[in-house]
């Protein structure tokens, strides 16, 4: 394994587990919402949905950045580069949103900050790391 990847394969593995929780959290809303009886089915359910389609490719990619980084070691940098785009501008659009509504003063936002820092922090974090294990060619 090259150096500086084994980092990048722990930032893979949180990601990964984020994601697992949050397809749970979707098919709930999803099963929820299907239900004859449910009182949010019209909400709940197209949430659940959408939330889905945005996962879905999300973790794939984070499980071929695993495979590719366990197995050839730079094979999974530039996935993993590629979710770390994603996280940082996720995390910022999530904090941007929730100041916004803490300023107005909306009682939705009373919700902790760290929503929007994890993927934002996750992110910079593997951008950074991503550099290190990126080989730098050698001039002949």
């Known amino acids: 394994m ?18 697992v929780a949050a397809v749970a959290v979707e098919t709930t809303m999803v099963v929820a919402g299907s239900r004859p009886d449910a009182e949010l089915e019209g ?3 197209p949430l659940g949905l959408a939330a889905a389609v945005v996962t879905l490719p999300y973790l794939a990619v984070t499980v071929v950045a695993i495979v590719g980084l366990a197995r050839a070691g730079g094979a999974g940098v530039r996935p993993t580069t590629a979710l770390a785009v994603v996280d940082v501008v996720v995390g910022a659009v ?5 100041v916004r509504a803490m300023v107005i003063g ?8 760290w929503f929007g820092l994890v993927p934002l922090v996750l992110g910079a974090l593997t951008l950074a790391l ?8 050698v001039a002949p």
């Open 2 to 19: 090259r150096p500086g990847v084994l980092p990048l394969l722990a930032a893979n593995v949180v990601r990964l587990l984020l994601a």
């Open 43 to 45: 909400l709940l359910l």
């Open 94 to 98: 999530l904090v941007g949103v929730l």
């Open 106 to 113: 909306d009682a939705w936002a009373k919700s902790p900050l």
């Open 130 to 137: 991503a550099r290190r294990a990126i080989p730098t060619p």
